[in-house]
């Protein structure tokens, strides 16, 4: 049954104080249950911290998942222990296929109410918390982003609880082929428009820049 494995939230951590160069990409699990709910800005979470609310965070981000399958897939991969967490996840999951979730679709978890919007792209701070040479690069090639949600009634979630599937849209956009069409495979671009109302939103300069250069 797809639950919950573990809730998570970060803290400041500082890569160089000199520089104010400092993130909240490595989160820890909490115990108990933890409130979440749609942000003007920064994480839906209560507790997490988010430093770069330019590209993360709002209400299209509010809420990382990272599926602990894919998780322990990258733990053999790399020969090293995976914590909960580490990805930047702030719900690391059981039982859910976060790659093939499609756009617009809907889970209640706990007493909250989310919806997936975006798929996660690597950047160079998350690298820099792996510690792993050529890190951005390994993980877009491996294209298991993990879900980005945004919270449509705000609730309570605790590890444990259980992730039930509301609904899911027909027109068949997935986070996996939208993260493939802005990494690794640009003529997939134009497919996201299928997505209609569920189209994600940040995305949409990489489509029309697509469209301008190779009009069909």
Known sequence: MPHVLSVNTG????????TLDHTGIAKRPVDGAVHVHAPDSGSGVEGDFVADTKNHGGDLKAVYAYARE????????LNRDLAPG???ENLTTVGMDLTNAVLGERWRIGTALLQVTTPRIPCSTFARVMEQQGWVKTFTAKATPGAYFRVLEPGAIAAGDEAVLVDRPDHGVTIGLAFRAV????ELLPRLLDAGEHFPENLRNRVERHLATNPT
């Not at 803290?11 to 000199?18: C, E, K, L, P, V």
């Not at 894919?70 to 991969?77: R, T």
């Not at 990494?183 to 640009?186: S, V």
């Open 11 to 18: 803290t400041r951590m500082d890569f160089d104080a000199a």
């Open 70 to 77: 894919d998780l322990d897939e990258w733990s053999a991969e």
């Open 86 to 88: 580490l990805f930047g």
């Open 183 to 186: 990494t690794l495979e640009p």
